[in-house]
């Protein structure tokens, strides 16, 4: 019997072959080399390099993958960009909180979105063969935005994110830090050091932050490549609560401004893009509606024609009625 060594793989203790390396643990997993990233004793290992690096006694490891978490209407030259790559859609949804990764996939295709946010998570090295969000969401036709939901420090997401772009390459990447647990409402101060380092790392963030002017614009100081301010609290679904502070952030961004969190149905999508932001971020109000594919749907018409509205320019509001039928002439 050959000799054998312990090591530590996401929080669970395993004996493996001595000698084994980091590729040789994953097919022992039956996972796929290709589809995950690897943390080491706390350093991110290269996936080039996974079949060169020998395990050792004691060694602590991390592997992890991505989760879940109509006819175009709107003129096909009304694109937007963010971080150099262009968009037509400007609905960019979740993939949590659906039933299963089927419905997503449908959502996700009524919806006509071109951008999903993903969770980070330990791979189920107890159930290696559990599907996956790849699957069923293919990455190389819609793209993958890699966030930090969960994390409460500038460490926590920086770390995450690296292990990100290991496991797909993506340097377009969704930040953000929360300050606790109850409102998840974001803690700036660690939001603003994350996206320092981030951009000096070469990443390309776009960061959820307070809906705050000033704030918004010290993250693009820092290297934001968009300003993502809250409508209201993550998942509660009571729409835009202060369009005065949205429509300053976007009067006084150089980079795209987009809604995130807040939003409950499709007029709150509509709100949004009639303040003038490049895009509108949910999930919630998809995934926890009745019927998530037709929500999506609807997700798509209003954002769609929130656009259209902000493009046409509003009638001026007036004090008193103005009647539209001429009065000269009445019988």
Known sequence: MSEQISIIVNGESRRIPHGSSIADLARLLELDPAKVAVE???????????????????????????????????????????????????????????????????????????????????????????????????????????????????????????????????????????????????????????????????????????????????????????IMPLGAPIGSGLGIQNRVTIRLIVEGAGVPVLVDAGVGTASDAAVAMELGCEGVLMNTAIAEAKDPVLMAHAMKLSVEAGRAAYRAGRMATRKYADPSSPLAGLI
């Open 40 to 226: 080491r004793n706390g350093d991110i290992v290269p996936r080039s390099t996974l079949e060169g690096v020998g395990l050792a006694q004691g060694d602590k490891l991390e592997i992890v993958h991505f989760v879940g978490g109509g006819d175009v209407s709107v003129a096909n030259d009304d694109t937007w960009s963010v971080a150099g790559q262009t968009f037509r859609s400007r609905l960019i949804v979740g993939t949590g909180k659906y039933k299963d990764f089927e419905q997503n996939a449908a959502a996700v295709a009524a919806s006509g979105a071109e951008i999903v946010t993903v969770a980070v998570r330990r791979v189920n090295v107890s159930d290696p063969k559990a599907p996956m969000l790849t699957d069923y969401i293919d990455p190389k036709k819609i793209t993958y935005l890699p966030n930090t939901a969960g994390c409460f420090t500038a460490e926590d997401a920086i770390r995450t994110l690296r292990l990100a772009r290991e496991a797909g390459g993506w340097d377009l990447v969704k930040l953000e830090v929360l300050g606790e647990a109850k409102t998840l409402y974001p803690n700036m101060i660690e939001t603003l050091r994350a996206t320092e380092v981030l951009a000096n790392d070469g990443f390309k963030p776009m960061v959820y932050c307070a809906d705050d002017p000033i704030a918004a614009k010290q993250l693009e100081d820092a290297g934001a490549v968009a």
